[in-house]
């Protein structure tokens, strides 16, 4: 297409999951239309979603839809804390989507991961959660800055 810097890129593949995200446990069928509902409102064609594994810490579907995103102009997440856990887990992603010249949209966030500056607001905001997460005592800020540092 003339004047569209991403070629004939069409449209947002949705991801879901059943497991429970940022303390939520929203049905698939309720974030197929929260991502549905998003395309709608922006004018972008929704793609058929892919679901994740129930089981814990399975990324395997992410991981395979972020390898072939051809034709796509990007994904959609309902929320950046469907992403992994893991700091590195989640950078492979944001480099292969990058890589592919498409965004991951988090609707609920109403942030994207367009090019790289666009990472450290996403993985500031995830490293505060699970630093949160994992310690609720009152020596968590201490927790909390080595996660914001990078160091947890």
């Known amino acids: 297409m003339a004047g569209n810097p991403r070629g004939n890129r069409e449209g947002y593949r949705g991801y879901v999951s ?33 679901n994740e594994n129930s089981f814990a810490h399975s990324y395997m579907v992410l991981e395979g839809m972020v390898r072939n995103l051809d034709g796509l102009e990007g994904m959609l997440m309902v929320s950046m804390f469907m992403l992994p856990e893991r700091r590195e887990r989640r950078q492979a992603i944001y480099d292969r989507v990058l890589a592919q010249g498409v965004d991951l ?43 914001i540092a990078g160091e947890a």
């Open 105 to 147: 949209r988090f609707v609920m966030e109403d942030m994207v991961i367009a090019r790289p500056a666009d990472i450290e607001p996403v993985e500031e905001i995830l490293s505060i959660h699970h630093a949160l997460a994992r310690r609720s005592d009152a020596n968590g800020a201490d927790a909390i800055a080595a996660a």
């Open 18 to 50: 059943s497991r429970e995200f940022g303390g939520l446990r929203i049905p698939v069928p309720v974030q197929a239309l929260v991502l549905r509902d998003w395309c709608q409102r922006n004018g972008k064609i929704y793609k058929l979603h892919l």
